[in-house]
């Protein structure tokens, strides 16, 4: 079983387009994010969920809106999709927001392909 | 503050050899320091982590060296193996607020044969 599950693996869209992303984890954790990796593969968080409750909202436009229905599922649904916003995208999971030595659970990435 | 700084942006090793990955930061309100490792078209995954009330600690070949005066951490691929050629990231998280990650931007290694 995988931990954490993310789909679709690969999405191509035309500008302007509205898309999501689905993300399921079934470890049990409360905390649940989305990273994105632009192509120079740096790695940047976007948002955090703990337990359904937003706790990190990063400088995201606001074409980006993550929405957590419960705690093993977090998505992110994105407007008017732009070029610079083609990436890869990370859910990942950890136990706690706040554990000391929390071990985040990645999936394996959405690649997002704006044309 | 906010930022790692992580070099080389990429290395090569021969096989057997030891690949040294070096991370600085400057927010002293770090407290935690893993790093991760991520192959292609896989997500990053936990290799290996330390806290600042130790120098060093070691899994398998693989050691984080951590200097806490210098605000410095490494990480060592000791016998460097052809399926450790993958991309690095440190990371470091602080102790308070959001206990957000902030990642390094990454170096690939690639391992010959």
Redo the contacts between chains.
């Keep these: 079983d995988t931990a ?1 599950s993310q789909t679709p693996k690969y999405l191509v869209t035309q500008m302007g387009n509205d898309k999501s992303i689905k993300c399921e984890q079934n470890l049990g954790h409360d905390t649940m994010y989305w990273y994105k990796q632009d192509s ?6 976007m948002f ?1 969920y703990n337990n359904k409750e937003l ?2 909202n990063e400088t995201v436009p606001n074409r980006f809106s993550p929405k957590s229905p419960d705690k093993a599922h977090l998505n992110l649904h994105i407007n008017s999709l732009e070029l610079g916003d083609s990436a890869v995208y ?1 859910c ?1 999971s950890s136990p706690a ?2 554990a ?5 659970f ?4 959405t690649q997002l392909s704006v044309l | 503050q906010q930022q790692v700084k992580q070099s080389p942006q990429s290395l090569i090793v021969q096989k057997g050899g030891i690949s040294i990955i070096n991370c600085a930061y400057e927010n002293t309100a770090f ?2 320091f ?1 790093w ?1 490792q ?1 192959f292609p ?6 290799l290996i ?1 330390i ?1 600042p009330d130790v120098s060093e600690k070691k899994e398998g070949r693989f050691t984080i060296s951590f200097n806490k005066s210098a605000k410095q951490f490494s990480l060592h691929i000791m016998d460097s193996q052809p399926g450790d050629s993958a ?1 690095y ?1 440190c990371a470091a ?1 602080r ?1 308070s607020g ?4 902030i ?1 390094g ?2 170096t ?1 290694l690639k391992v010959l044969a």
């Design positions: 954490v120079k593969k740096f790695l940047k968080i955090s706790i990190i990370f990942a927001s706040r000391v030595n929390e071990k985040l990645f999936g394996s990435g | 407290d935690y893993p991760y991520q078209g896989k997500g990053p995954a936990l982590a806290r991309t990231f998280r102790r959001t206990y957000k990650y990642f931007t990454g690939r």
